[in-house]
Each structure stands twice: as structure tokens, then as C-alpha cells.
């Protein structure tokens, strides 16, 4: 009997939008009397790899009558003869078996652009080698000429495949290592492109599909394989419905493969959208949350036009052409007039409820539709059972350790958040709260103790405490308009005030500064170790006097006191019998600063800052020494960035001194005198300036938290 050897090449399968390559089969030898094809391997595109010579023998051995088995298998020798150019074969004497199977023989096929159906190349089969004059050796069939010219020169090797993809549809990039020669055909039954590209070797990291399903283009999936042995490289382009065939051209050493037209979306994108869209239909539980929050509506268009017609019939029209599910109460009666043309069926949903004093209920992806009143009465009702629930629900005791809140200001907060049986209780000696109330309220209170109760920001505040005569002053306030940003201060019936970096201390100058009823003056400045320098300069030339130099630690909100307070001795005589008796008493002169700041949440702190200094005035007896007592204040709010320094300045104190020397009576004659006596007049101004620079010490933390 003679073998048949049959080939199946592999080719894309279609599942949906997938591409997937089928394994490669191998070729099998049937010794069966009847030349039939391997089941199992059916090859959907073999058009494309039929010659006409062998659609020709294909039609005559399907219109012949049916041989016995010995004539079909000398029938099916002299079909492969006449392919081959060769004579037919005589029968033979007595059948020999075949001694092996013969390897499949690689065909190149023959061109075809004009085909509609397949992808893959079947080669056709060759016959196995018999001895001579029994069963003739049939001939390997030969390439077409146009493959041969192709494949004369050494295989061009493909060195990358990619997509791109854009507006206009997408883009294959074919990338070889030389030009690349190709051919072109189509599947519009399967809305696939194939490229062949001849003479050309397709590495294994090459050989697999592209999915591009969810890219918005033309091109669905990317499929490239090739034979083994075979030097055809294969790349099929599945389009999407409603694309046109893209346009292949050869740029370099580059393929290009370009699509146009978006082409229809896949259908996991349809149902995504369609999901997406369900989901904003009427998403409220009834219908006073959706007319409070929504103004919008997603549901398909439908026109309705009718007059006095039944409310459930308008109400099941809408329920047929949304597919909604619907169920009505049977108190929805009544006859309702419509004319409604391209409205989403959503909103006139909500039009005729409202129209008919309607509302509905949610329950999954079912409407209840009832009258407003009943649904009103079905609300009450259930959160009268809820209530009752409460009330029924067995009370507990949780004890809440507190770290660094008060307890007794922490006890008030709590008390607006317990339930009707609820009470807390704070005990100091532990510094605990203890609470009484349902699970539910419990846990809303813990996590409210959590948020309050947590470590309060520490803040350094630096600070310098300088007397400095008018020139320093006027000088300080000009390096202030250099740098520095805005401040917010308030004082008295003036106000919150608004102040740019550009604020001296000296308000004769006009360096911009903001005088308040007092005289005093704010700015900001960025650096606080130039100032410090330039105080120990001023200082040596005797320009300014440092009073004070304090630094303290204080919690957010907490009050910072620093107190320098010097002692002046005033004379004191005694009168006792007949002697008097000295004695000396020392008057206190107090510098007071009070400091309390604020951490706000973005890293800024708000200092309330009150400033106190006492001062020795005019002498009231020059015998005994004493004097009056003055005294400045000060008080304001001001917000600076962390590190920067606030500057307070204003606090003026002018000493004048007049003196008069000279010889006794020529001093006074008129115009003369002069020449005899000397006048001196000795004015000094100066100013208390307060620099207070706050350093938060950790982290801010700005993350606000739901109970």
C-alpha cells in the first residue's frame, strides 16, 4: 500500500479577540487504503496554499467515482506524478509496505494576494521514495521562481517587533537587519491582515502574540510565527469591525505597518462602560438623597408623547425600554400627561414621581415605587425600631487611660457625643476616664480620646532683649526691608493687620513699619544669627545694650514667663529724737516678656506675646535720691514661619539733660555772661527692641481623622 504523508502548519486561532498560535504538528504517514488528511489538523486556511494545478486535481478526484482500494492508491501516485511533470505509474505487482516515513518537505507558497480566507501556508505533500519500476519516486515539489530570487542571499535576520500606538489607529514596527522584502493579503471574513516577509529568520523571542485589545486603535492582536525550517516569517493583524486594511511600507531596515480608523471598541471596554454607567443611575437609596446631591443623569434616551394615560402603564414603558427592575405599590394610581422627546429614561423616571408626589427605595438593583407619604412613614418607622434597639441594647463600661490631655476639660468634649444612657466620669488621681454607654458609642469615643489625646508640640523660643540708641534702631529697620515675609498682628479695635517683610523699627524713618497706639513696630526676619552678629557689633561701639538673652522651653498653647528685674537703691532719713537715721531701700525695675505660642497645622506658630518693662523716671527729691517709677507695655498676637524671627520694636525712652556751669554773678550779666558760664543740653532716645525666634521641636502632624 502506499503511504500518504500529510502536514498541518500552524496558524492563529481566533477566541474572541485573542490570537493564540496553535503547536506545531507534526508530519504523520497513514498506511490506511484511503489517502485521507490527519484528523484533528484540519487547516482552515489551506486556500492560500493551493496552486490552481492542485485545486484542479482536488475537483476531478472529488467528481470521480469511488476505486477500489488498490486503483486509489495507484490514482492518488499518478496525481502527484502529473504535479510533478513526471509519467504515471504502472500498477505494481504486490504491495510493499513502507520501510519509514519520510520528513515533510518545506514548500514555499505561491503567491496570492487576491485570496479571502487563511493565514497559514500548508506545504504540500511529498510523496515516500519507492524502488524502481514497483512504485516510482516521487519528486520534491519545486519553490516559484519569485521565492527563489528572494532567498538566493543569506536570510535576513528580524531583530525587533513593537506597536505604537496613536490617534490615527497604530503602527507595527517591523525592525531587521537589512531591507526587508514582503508580500500582503487579507481575511475580511476574520477581519485579519497578513504580512510575509521572505528570506527572513524570526527568533523564538520573536515568535508570540500582542494583545491590544484594551489600546484605543485599529489593531485588536499581533501574531508572528514561522515554520520550522522555513525561512517566511509571518505576522497577522487581527483589526477590529469597522476598520479599513492598513498600509505597509518599507522604511530602512524597518516594516512598517500602519493602521487607520479607531476601529470599534472591544467588548470588555463596552461592558466596563456600560458597568460605569449602571452604576451612576439613580445611585441614591431613595429619592430625596438623589434630588439633594444629583443633578444628572445617564440613562438611555426615550420619547414619550401621551395624554391622560395610566401611570403604571407609563411607569412599565419605562421599565421595558431601560430594563430596570420595578416594583410598584398599589397605591401608584392615577393618569399622567407626557411629552417627552430624547430624555434620559432616569430622569423622566423622577419627573413623573415628582409630578405624582412619588419617591422610591432602593433595595440591590431593584425600585420600589410607593407614595412619598408612605415611604415617609416607612422611614420613621424604622429608625423608631432602631432607637428601640438602642435602648434595649445592654450597656458597658470602658475605662480610657489618658496621657496628656486634662482630664476634666477632656470630660466635657466627651459628655455631647454619649447616648441618652451615657456618663462619664474622670478620675484625677489616675488620669482616666471612665464611660458608660452602648458598644457603638464606645467605639466612637475611643477613637475621639485617640485624636485629642496626643503628645502637644514643644516649641524653643529664643529671644533678645536690646536697648539701642535711635541710630542702631534706624539702621536695624533698614536691613529689615530686605527680607522677611508677611505677618498677620492684631491689637485692640484695629484688628487683624496684614504686613509685608519690609517693616523697620523706627517709624520716623518711613521704612514701611505699622504704628499701633502704643508706637510699636513688627517685621519678620528670616536669619537669626545676622542679627545676633550684628548686636555683639553694635554693642562693643556702644550702640545698643543686651538686656536679656532668654531661652525657653513651652507646649503649644502653654504660657512662657521670663522675668529680669534689677534693683535701684533710694535713700531714706529717718528722724529720731534728735538724730536722723539713713537707711537705703531697693526699688525693683522688672523687664517682663510673656510669650504663648500656637502650632498650627501647616508649621507656622502664633505667638501672643506681652511685653513689660519698668524704667527709673524723674528725680522727685535730689537729696534722697528717689524717683519716679515708669513703666511700657506692650502686648500683641503675631504668625511666623518656623525659624523665622519676629522683631518688636517702639518702646522709645527720650533723656534730656540741661545743665548750666559758670562764674558766679558775671554769668549772669546779659551778653556778657556768656563769655563767663557754659550751657550744656544732652538729648538720648532710645528703643526697646525684642527679637523672639520659635523652633518647633518634632513633627507636625496635619492629618485630620474621622470619628
Known sequence: MIATLTSCASHPSRSGDDLSLDDEASAEVSTDSAAAPASGNSDEFADFDETPADKQAKASKEAAPAAPAGDQDLAIEDELNQANGQQAATPPAETIPPAAEAPPAETSPTEDPFANSGIADAPAPAPEAAPAETIPAPMQESAPAVHEVAQAGSPANITDLKFKANETGGTVIVQGDRPLTFTTR????????????????????????????????????????????????????????????????????????????????????????EETTESKILPSQNLTEFLAGNSQFYGKKISIETNSMDIRDALNFITEESGVNMVLSDEVKGNVSLKLRQVPWDQALVVIMRARKLGYTRQGNVLRIAPLADLKAEEDDANKLAVARKNLEPLKVRMFPISYAKVDELEKKIKDFLGDRGKVVGDLRTNALVVTDIEDNLDRIAKLITSLDTQPQQVLIEGKIVEAQEDFA????????????????????????????????????????????????IGTLDVFGSISAALALSESENKVKVLASPRIFTMSNEKADINQTTEVPVKQVTVNGTSNQTSFQFKPLTLKLEVTPQVTSDGSVIMKVSVNRQFQGAVVDAQLGSFQVNSREANTRVLVKNGQTAVIGGIYQNDIQDGETGVPWFREVPVVGWLFKTKTIRKTKSELLIFLTPRIMGQVDSVSKDI
Not at 504686613?499 to 499701633?516: A, D, L
Request: hydrophobic share 35%; proline share 7%; aromatic share 6%.
Open 186 to 273: 487579507a481575511n475580511p471574513d476574520l477581519h485579519q491582515y497578513i504580512v510575509e516577509v521572505d528570506n527572513a529568520i524570526l527568533p523564538e523571542k520573536l515568535k508570540r502574540s500582542l494583545n491590544t485589545r484594551d489600546i484605543k486603535g485599529a489593531v485588536g492582536a499581533i501574531d508572528a510565527y514561522q515554520n520550522p525550517g522555513s525561512t517566511t516569517a509571518r505576522f497577522v493583524i487581527q483589526m477590529r469591525e469597522g476598520s479599513s486594511e492598513p498600509a505597509v511600507q518599507s522604511e530602512g531596515n524597518s516594516l512598517l505597518i500602519v493602521a487607520s480608523g479607531a476601529g470599534a471598541p472591544s467588548p470588555e471596554t463596552l461592558a466596563a462602560t
Open 474 to 521: 534706624r539702621d536695624i529697620g533698614v536691613s529689615w526691608s530686605a527680607s522677611g515675609s508677611t505677618v498677620k498682628l492684631g491689637n485692640g479695635s484695629r484688628g487683624p493687620v496684614n504686613m509685608t517683610p519690609k517693616f523697620g523699627v523706627n517709624p520716623g524713618k518711613g521704612t514701611g513699619g505699622t504704628n499701633f497706639n502704643f508706637g510699636l513696630d
